[in-house]
């Protein structure tokens, strides 16, 4: 549970917030009013850790101009457990933190170890934490093995970052409990659509069928439409508000997909079993039940709970299959399903026409997927093929979602929308700017549409810089949120948008779920967090987010203050006040879990390509420039799909001078320009598994007299050279080597190398439906995102 600090006892000049540690050693303090996050030196960082709640006192700035704060009170210890590598450093036992945001090394009393080898990752419990003379003290609880043994990077990732990867023994027993298969007593009040073909359409690894659909040509008021349906697993039916299930899914949030393994919000008699729309057995539904006319108007829908028999589970790429070819092998087995396929292409068809009507941003991103071996190890990445089977399905779960909207803001009933704010005068000016440097515009003045962002997008396409100028239009975007207030979603072009079609692995449509079943019983859904479960109320850098959690935070303070400055939050439900308060906790705290499952799941992805990329140290590829920063180049390899860093210092004897206008470093003697988009020739150098960073070098262009330039004419094929740059292009000094860690250095006599397996992919990664969002916040399926 985060505790708060009374902020009666805060003098004017004082702050409190939350501590954000860097792996150089120095860190910031996030204050919980939103404002500018307050640096703290590396003397200050050594009196907390990564996480503590801490009252800060702002003491000038910085020589780069930021907040300078003084720690003045420690209120909060975020650490109890750390995840590290235990090693033996001049006959002293200590852990060295895996999550780099932690620099202290914990020290381990001579008979705390537990019996654990030396290398070893365990969990450490802090039994002494660190002060300005004091270093950290711990003892060992838990030795999760070889940090080499598989899948040893994603028991990293779940603890480092603190994701809840088990279940709590009530909700393992309650799980049990349930009946197997849907009971007779379930049907009450349920709509019967087992006569209605619904089919599932989902990747051909994915394991949970939570949505269901079927189309069909109608006659409404005199009018030809569609008709279509969309059904959702009723997880609502089962998970109850107030029940360990429901306490255990609230902390948890969403699922995280890694490779090769999920951690599921529910379990998995719920999310596999229960709640699975199976082929050929009876499953309970929450339905969207829509007429469409042929521009892609709704102009009618109802909600109502029902029972389903799916028909048969199709893949996207079978569905393909059948609509592309109809006369083709498959279309030919699925004969009595293909007429109900091809209405819902038909629908797709107008869905797109309105889609580009309204002015829906469609970003055209390549989306990769890992393939690994029975060892977990990446074998290939390779580039997912999507095809209309994909954005068919994305197209009716956006119909469901804007119906879910709409039904319950035209009741006026409280609930979370998905929120994606317009960008803010900043960003479109910086946006203009760039632009204006390759002879383009937006339309729109200080606040342009949607539409004026499609034009633009569909403007550069042919362009060979479009790749460049797309990344700068997706950085001008906000992030979405979850929040009571519906401010509409700018990159879908919604008035209205929220989240009804993945109850099973996201919080948020468990409630959507919930507030649309009080409305058809014409009640009063009101949410209660347990208060045994914490909130995360992490803030974002910037955005809605940020202001969101400064709100609740705030919120918070005043409850604690008016009940005596204790510092338990008071859990609050929608009958409060009209703030909603505990509407707008959910909202942060599931926006916060959602930021934790992206980043744990890059983290995992991230070890697994650099020990892909170890064994590559000393080869040359093809690739392409992704970013451009004040320290260097961040280039993707056009084979391989990793990313990688050129350091600033590796580009020559030049002074490079960024432009952020123009997402450039340019060289002021040489006038080299080296913009996103552009293709080099690089070199792999450096590999830092603890650090998770790919380091690459430029290789020169011999017909260039020793200049570097950002044009590729070495093997313009894309193929590697199999061999290390000669000593023309390369200084000895400069000689590609392993980048090693503080704590791979320390563990290099106990372990001979820093040797691991990983896991792979299980659940697909899908292109979201909304390409805006899904860039922005990424996702592990597509529906998911939506």
Not at 417 to 424: A, I, N, Q
Not at 667 to 680: A, F, K, L, M, Q
Request: aromatic share 6%.
């Amino acid at each position: 549970m985060i505790k708060q600090s009374n902020p009666l006892k805060e003098k004017k000049d004082e702050r409190t917030g939350i501590v954000q540690g860097h792996r150089d050693g120095f860190g910031f303090v996030i204050p919980d009013d939103g404002q500018l996050d307050i640096f703290l030196s590396e003397r200050e960082m050594a009196r907390v850790m990564h996480g503590d709640r801490v009252i800060v006192r702002v003491t000038g700035t910085d020589r780069k101009g930021r907040p300078e704060g003084q720690i003045s009170e420690v209120v909060h210890r975020a650490n109890r457990f750390v995840i590290g590598r235990l090693l033996n450093e001049n006959g002293v036992l200590i852990v060295a933190p895996e999550d780099k945001r932690i620099s202290h090394d914990i020290l381990i009393p001579p008979k705390g170890y537990m019996n654990a080898k030396m290398g070893q990752v365990v969990s450490v419990e802090i039994i002494d934490y660190p002060d300005s003379y004091r270093q950290a003290v711990g003892r060992v609880v838990e030795i999760l093995g070889d940090i080499d043994d598989p899948g040893m990077e994603i028991e990293i990732a779940v603890r480092k970052y603190g994701v809840p990867h088990e279940f709590s023994p009530a909700t393992v027993k309650e799980a049990a409990a349930l009946p197997d298969e849907v009971q007779e007593s379930d049907l009450e009040g349920r709509v019967d659509l087992r006569d209605i073909p619904l089919v599932t359409i989902d990747g051909e690894d994915a394991r949970d069928f939570d949505d269901a659909v079927y189309c069909e040509p109608t006659n409404y008021k005199g009018s030809k439409c569609f008709r279509l349906i969309v059904a959702i697993a009723d997880v609502s039916h089962y998970v109850k508000p107030g029940h360990p299930l429901d306490s255990d899914a609230i902390r948890r949030g969403t699922s995280v997909y890694f490779p090769r393994r999920v951690i599921p919000m529910l379990p998995e008699k719920i999310s596999n079993g229960l709640c699975s729309l199976k082929p050929s057995v009876d499953r309970l539904c929450m339905v969207s039940d829509a007429i469409i006319d042929h521009k892609g108007q709704i102009l009618a829908y109802q909600f109502y709970p029902a029972i389903m028999h799916s028909v048969q589970r199709f893949t996207y790429n079978i569905v393909w299959e059948i609509l592309s070819n109809t006369s083709g092998p498959e279309a030919t087995k699925f004969a009595n399903l293909k007429p109900h396929l091809q209405n819902l292409y038909k629908l797709f068809h107008v869905l797109k026409g309105s889609r580009e009507k309204r002015g829906a941003i469609d970003f055209d991103t390549t989306e990769t997927q890992i393939i690994s071996n029975e060892f977990g190890k990446i074998e290939r990445i390779e580039p997912r093929t999507r095809n209309d089977a994909h954005r068919l399905i994305e197209e009716c779960m956006l119909v469901a979602n804007v119906c879910a909207a709409n039904f319950i803001g035209a009741k006026n009933h409280s609930s979370l929308f998905r929120v994606h704010g317009e960008p803010t005068i900043e960003k479109v000016n910086a946006l203009r700017d760039v632009l204006r440097s390759s002879g383009l515009t937006l339309e729109g003045s200080t606040k342009p549409h949607p539409m004026d962002y499609a034009k633009l997008i569909q403007s550069i396409k042919p362009r060979p810089d479009a790749s460049m100028l797309q990344t700068v239009i997706l950085r001008s975007m906000q992030q979405a949120v979850y929040q009571p207030e519906n401010l509409g979603h700018f990159g879908l072009a919604y008035p209205a948008y929220t989240h009804f079609t993945s109850p099973i692995r996201r919080y948020p449509d468990l409630l959507v779920h919930r507030t649309i079943k009080a409305i058809l019983a014409k009640k009063n859904y009101k949410p209660s967090i347990p208060e045994d479960v914490p909130l995360n109320l992490a803030m974002p850098r910037k955005g809605p987010g940020r202001v969101n959690v400064a709100q609740v935070k705030q919120q918070i303070a005043i409850d604690i203050s008016n009940d005596g400055g204790t510092t338990k939050p008071r859990r609050k439900t929608a009958s409060d006040g009209v703030d909603m308060a505990a509407w707008a906790q959910l909202g942060v705290h599931c926006s916060a879990n959602e930021r934790r499952a992206d980043e744990a799941s890059r983290d995992v992805e991230s070890w697994l390509k650099c020990y892909f990329m170890r064994d590559r140290l000393g080869q040359e590829f093809a690739g392409t420039i992704t970013g451009a920063t004040t320290f260097g180049l961040f280039v993707q390899l056009e084979t391989l799909f990793v990313e990688g860093l050129i350091h600033i210092s590796e580009l020559g004897g030049d002074y490079f001078q960024y432009d952020e206008a123009r997402q450039e470093l340019r060289g002021e003697r040489t006038g080299i320009r080296y913009r996103i988009g552009d293709r080099v020739h690089i070199l792999v150098s450096r590999v830092d598994l603890d650090a998770r960073k790919i380091e690459f070098s430029l290789v020169k262009n011999n017909q260039d007299r020793g200049r570097y330039a950002p044009i590729l004419t070495v093997d313009d094929t894309g193929r590697p050279q199999k061999k290390a740059a000669s000593k023309h292009t390369r200084p000895p000094e400069k000689a590609p080597q392993p980048l090693r860690s503080k704590a791979s250095k320390k563990s290099a006599a106990a372990k001979g190398g820093n040797k691991s397996k990983s896991k792979s992919n299980s659940k697909s990664s899908l292109v979201s439906m909304d390409k805006a969002e899904s860039t922005l916040v990424s996702s592990r399926k597509t529906r998911s995102r939506r």
